[in-house]
């Protein structure tokens, strides 16, 4: 029997990563109040 979560570290990548999240305005704010790190790991 197969394991439901199968990761796939693109699929993911496309999803959550940080070209996913330029095009919503989260960055921006996040640039506009001068952020050192845009994306907090």
């Given at each position: 029997?197969?394991?439901?979560?199968?990761p796939?570290?693109?699929?993911?990548?496309?999803?959550?990563?940080?070209?996913?999240?330029?095009?919503?305005?989260?960055?921006?704010?996040?640039?506009?109040?001068?952020?050192?790190n845009?994306?907090?790991?």
């Open positions: 029997m197969k394991r439901t979560f199968q796939n570290n693109r699929k993911k990548a496309k999803k959550h990563g940080f070209f996913a999240r330029k095009g919503t305005d989260i960055l921006k704010s996040r640039r506009d109040k001068g952020r050192k845009l994306i907090n790991k």
